[in-house]
């Protein structure tokens, strides 16, 4: 029901040099096939129109599949899940999707602290907005208790259903070695 198209690795890392692409990526991996309204739904500052062609473009470029279809109201609603190829590269690891695009998106967050400041009306204490770079003395088994931490915290706000109170909050972790 998919398409099926090779990815190169340098295609895959074009495709993601977009961080609107890349974080419906990263929702479809998170969240497993989904329709275009779930996606939406979950990232609403993304224009419905822009989300429709960004998808085309995941799409065309072998990175997600078509995986089923329904009739709704009269037209075809089709489910998007990542592409085999890409599922087999990733599996259920997220830092493997974050390798194959991690300089791209490294990129993309810097472009949005660049937009976020650039506007006049940006006041980082009113919305929150932050990074923090904090070096701290771990072993190997620390740090993997503390990365077991931060996941099981992700994941118990990862589902919250939009609400007029609520807004996209990207939530980045970088580890480095120092």
Known sequence: MGRKKAISAADA???????????I??????????????IG??????PQATLYRQIKLLLDGGLIRVCGQRQVR?????????????????????SKLSDVGAQFALLGIAQDFADYYADEDADAVRDLYSIQSVPM????EEFAGYIRQIEKLT???????????RRIRRVTLISSPA
């Not at 890392?13 to 974080?23: A, G, I, T, Y």
């Not at 009269?74 to 690891?93: F, K, N, Q, R, W």
């Open 25 to 38: 990526l990263q929702y479809i991996h998170h969240h497993g096939n989904v329709t275009v309204r779930e």
């Open 41 to 46: 739904g979950a990232l609403s500052d993304i």
């Open 155 to 165: 994941r118990s706000y990862i589902h919250n259903e939009p609400t007029s109170e």
């Open 74 to 94: 009269g037209t075809l609603e089709h489910t998007y899940g990542l592409a085999s190829e890409l599922e087999e590269v990733v599996g259920s690891d997220e």
């Open 13 to 23: 890392q074009k495709l993601m040099l977009n961080q609107v692409r890349h974080r």
């Open 137 to 140: 003395m771990m072993s190997d």
